[in-house]
C-alpha cells in the first residue's frame, strides 16, 4: 500500500516538475522572441541657409518614443527634446575656431483636465491636438537662427555637427532616478555632420 502510495507521488511530482518545465521554457521563449520596443531617433539631414545677414538651420529628423515614454507624457509628466549644434572653422596651426555653439530646447506636455497637448520653446507654447502633431514641430525645424553672417568668413568652409537628444535633467528629480535606471529614458540621436561655406559678396 505504502509502495502505491510513494509511486504515485513520484508520478504526481514527476507530472509537476513536467508541466512547470514546460511553462518556464515557453515562458522564456516568448520573452527573447518578444521584439524589444527602443525608441528611435535619427537626423535625417541638416541645412544651412544664408538669409540676409544670418545663418538659419533647417533640419529633418525621426522621432519615434517607446511605449513607457509615451505612457509617461500621456501621464502628465513633461519631456524636453534639445537639440544641439556646433559649428567650426579648421585651423591647421592650432585649435578648431568655434563659431556657433547653440541648443534648442522643446517641452512637450498634456494636459488631463483640459485633454490639451501644449509644445513649445522657451516661453513660446502653442496647443496641439495630439502627441503626433506636438512631435511633429520637433520632426521639422526650420529657420533657427544660430549665427550673423557678419561674424562668418567667405570661402572658408565650415564644418558642423548636430544631435537630438532627450534632455532628463529637467525631469523632476523623482523620475530622473527613473530615466537613470531605464534605457527607454537613453533617447539620442548619433551626430550628424555637415559642412558649408559662406557666398563671397557680391560687391567684392
Known amino acids: 500500500m505504502q509502495r502505491l502510495f510513494a509511486a504515485r507521488v513520484s508520478r504526481a511530482w514527476h507530472g509537476w516538475l513536467l508541466r512547470t518545465g514546460v511553462g518556464i521554457l515557453l515562458l522564456a521563449g516568448s520573452l527573447l522572441l518578444a521584439p524589444v520596443q527602443a525608441s528611435e531617433a535619427t537626423i535625417v539631414s541638416v541645412t544651412p541657409v544664408v538669409d540676409g545677414d544670418e545663418l538659419f538651420i533647417d533640419a529633418d529628423i525621426e522621432l519615434n518614443l517607446t511605449s513607457e515614454l509615451h ?7 513633461p ?4 537639440l544641439d549644434i556646433e559649428i567650426v572653422a579648421r585651423r591647421w596651426w592650432w585649435f ?7 541648443r534648442r530646447t522643446w517641452r512637450v506636455v498634456y494636459n488631463a483636465l483640459t485633454r490639451q497637448w501644449r509644445v513649445g520653446t522657451g516661453e513660446l507654447s502653442l496647443p ?3 502627441l503626433e502633431d506636438a512631435l511633429a514641430r520637433i520632426r521639422q525645424v526650420r529657420n533657427w537662427s544660430v ?5 562668418l568668413d567667405s570661402g572658408i568652409e565650415y564644418q558642423g555637427r548636430a544631435r537630438l537628444r532627450l534632455d532628463t535633467s529637467q525631469l523632476a528629480r523623482p523620475f530622473q532616478v527613473d530615466a537613470l535606471n531605464s534605457s527607454a529614458w537613453s533617447l539620442a ?9 559662406i557666398p563671397p559678396d557680391e560687391d567684392e
Not at 519631456?79 to 534639445?82: E, M, P, Q, V, Y
Not at 578648431?96 to 547653440?102: I, Q, S, T
Not at 540621436?189 to 561655406?197: G, L
Open 189 to 197: 540621436t548619433s551626430w550628424k555632420s555637415f559642412s558649408f561655406s
Open 96 to 102: 578648431d575656431k568655434v563659431v556657433a555653439k547653440e
Open 128 to 130: 496641439e491636438t495630439s
Open 71 to 77: 505612457s509617461a507624457v500621456s501621464r502628465g509628466i
Open 147 to 151: 549665427a550673423d553672417v557678419a561674424d
Open 79 to 82: 519631456l524636453h527634446f534639445t
